[in-house]
């Protein structure tokens, strides 16, 4: 590790988990993110167990739209790990505070949300759920306008039918089954956070602060969904999507649909937006990127 032994260190974020800095060493930039020590019930051999899963995760992930882990560190006392990464930008959510959507193209918009979908898709192909997709996971490549999904610590298995159990994740983009249920599809939850992701870019605001019937604006948007549940149609003329240019509404409308059975899959989603221009894999969506 002496590589980053005297790398220059900057605290740029904190949650349940443990730090994320920013280490630069020689001109070149990476991510450290420092584990919270190891819990009094735990053994030292579950406590790393634990931790690595995410780093586990990771490096066995190989899609441009994943960051990309470069090794860890047991520290010497055995109870805290740290895990290295490649740098990443500001993430979304501090990206959208920084350019006003006014000035934020469609195309732009588009190509971030096809790139999150390519993302996803493969995650899923590998029998994972990342169930915490939200803008501050995600991050721009420094190089070029290529997004990065970060933070698989409470990524799951989901292949074989399998289930998601337990609340996680950010309230904002959490699906309403994952509230309601006790097992629940990893899959359809996570689609449901693109789909939450893709309006928050588009109009720069949330449709409710949780997924939940006593959220009094999540309740009207069931309340119209059901009534409206067999018109063509029914995404222009629900409120929450009528502010919004036709293809961005027509696509949510059906990554936001509350009955998971009824929502697309990444797959559909896939064949729905396949005609939209991205930048990655050699290609790019045309446009000037002003979020990264």
């Known amino acids: 590790m002496g590589l980053f032994k005297s790398c220059k260190s900057t605290l740029i974020g904190e949650g349940v988990s443990g730090t994320v800095s920013l280490c630069e060493?020689?001109?070149?930039?990476?991510?450290?993110?420092?584990?919270?020590?190891?819990?009094?019930?735990?053994?030292?051999?579950?406590?790393?167990?634990?931790?690595?899963?995410?780093?586990?995760?990771?490096?066995?992930?190989?899609?441009?739209?994943?960051?990309?882990?470069?090794?860890?560190?047991?520290?010497?006392?055995?109870?805290?790990?740290?895990?290295?990464?490649?740098?990443?930008?500001?993430?979304?959510?501090?990206?959208?505070?920084?350019?006003?959507?006014?000035?934020?193209?469609?195309?732009?918009?588009?190509?971030?949300?096809?790139?999150?979908?390519?993302?996803?898709?493969y995650l899923h192909s590998q029998g994972l759920c990342h169930r915490d997709l939200k803008l501050e996971n995600l991050v721009m490549d420094r190089a070029g306008p290529t997004l990065k999904i970060i933070d698989l610590a409470t990524a799951c298995k989901c292949g074989n039918g399998q289930k998601a159990v337990g609340i996680v994740g950010s309230r904002l983009y959490i699906a309403p089954e994952t509230f309601s249920q006790i097992e629940y599809d990893g899959k359809s939850a996570d689609v449901w956070s693109v789909g939450i992701v893709l309006l928050y870019l588009a109009n720069r605001s949330f449709p409710w602060g949780s997924a939940v019937w006593n959220d009094g604006r999540f309740a009207e948007y069931s309340k119209i969904e059901s009534a409206q549940a067999d018109q063509l149609g029914a995404a222009s003329s629900n409120p929450l999507f009528s502010n919004l240019p036709t293809q961005i509404a027509d696509l949510d409308h059906h990554l936001l649909a509350i009955d998971p059975l009824l929502r697309y899959d990444m797959e559909t989603i896939h064949t729905y937006s396949s005609q939209i221009p991205y930048c990655g894999s050699g290609s790019s969506c045309g446009t000037v990127h002003l979020l990264r």
Not at 38 to 48: I, L, S
Not at 55 to 73: A, D, G, M, P
């Open 25 to 121: 060493r020689n001109d070149q930039l990476y991510v450290v993110k420092k584990y919270r020590s190891k819990e009094n019930y735990e053994t030292r051999k579950e406590y790393r167990d634990r931790v690595l899963l995410e780093y586990h995760t990771l490096k066995q992930l190989h899609h441009e739209n994943f960051i990309s882990v470069i090794k860890y560190k047991v520290l010497i006392d055995g109870l805290t790990i740290k895990m290295f990464m490649d740098a990443g930008t500001s993430n979304l959510a501090q990206l959208c505070k920084k350019v006003p959507v006014s000035l934020v193209s469609i195309s732009e918009i588009l190509c971030l949300w096809k790139q999150l979908c390519n993302g996803v898709r």
